[in-house]
């Protein structure tokens, strides 16, 4: 199985100021028809995940343009440009290139 | 609007069965694959199982795998999860999501999910 690892699993950030997640995975996530299906999404409490970011960098409809997705093979980034309060939460990436889907561990995002 | 609602959940024993239903409104069902991802209480996400727009191709993952069934009943806009020999490490909020048209893991719409305790 892809195994995805994030780092920070915690991270306190100013309003106001950048945020940045990254995600590694144990082996390329290059798929065969030449996608990489990496994805972000993000858990407000209580609440049901929420897809932020599809293929690598394709922000979903509706998400504020402060949020992007970058990187390719093994090694991805999630940028938040400037945080707002609601941006409080966990944020996982996941991998949909292999099977099983995998999740990375989750970082939570927390205001100072 | 696209909606998935999710219920069956409860308190079942261990070694007991349970069936979990999403029911999906808002869209042409047949036509988008659907997965089940669950969180156990407290913990991060788990992928759990995938069935295709026809029901023609189930994936699902190794702590399930042989104990879970995932259907569909397309002419009833309905997802179906059949857990069998249910233990303590599957307690969790099981969620449906759908596969969007972005590809393969673009899980655009998310159910509330319903909560399966294993307790005896």
């Known amino acids: 199985d892809i195994v995805m690892t994030q780092t920070p699993l915690s991270s306190p950030v100013t309003l106001g100021q950048p945020a940045s997640i990254s995600c590694r995975s144990s082996q390329s996530l290059v798929h065969t028809d030449g996608n990489t299906y990496l994805s972000w999404l993000q858990q407000r409490p209580g609440q049901p995940p929420r897809l932020l970011i599809y293929?690598?960098?394709n922000r979903f409809s509706g998400v504020p343009d402060r949020f992007s997705g970058s990187g390719a093979a093994t090694d991805f980034t999630l940028k938040i440009s400037r945080v707002e309060a609601e941006d409080v939460g966990v944020y996982y990436c996941?991998?949909?290139?292999?099977?099983?889907?995998?999740f990375g561990q989750g970082t939570k995002l927390e205001i100072k | 609007q696209v909606q998935l609602v999710e219920s069956g959940g409860g308190v079942v024993q261990p070694g007991r069965s349970l069936r979990l239903s999403c029911a999906a409104s808002g869209f042409t069902f047949n036509t988008y694959a659907i997965q089940w991802v669950r969180q156990a209480p407290g913990k991060g996400l788990e992928w759990v199982a995938v069935i295709s727009y026809d029901g023609n191709n189930k994936y699902y993952a190794d702590s399930v795998k042989g104990r879970f069934t995932i259907s569909r009943d397309n002419s009833r806009n309905t997802l179906y999860l059949h857990m069998n020999s249910l233990n303590t490490e599957d307690t969790a909020v099981y969620y449906c999501?759908?596969?969007?048209?972005?590809?393969?893991?673009?899980?655009?719409?998310w159910g509330q999910g319903t909560l399966v305790t294993v307790s005896s």
């Open positions: 999501a759908r596969d969007g048209r972005g590809g393969m893991g673009t899980f655009d719409y």
């Open positions: 996941m991998q949909a290139t292999q099977f099983p889907h995998t």
């Open positions: 293929k690598v960098s």
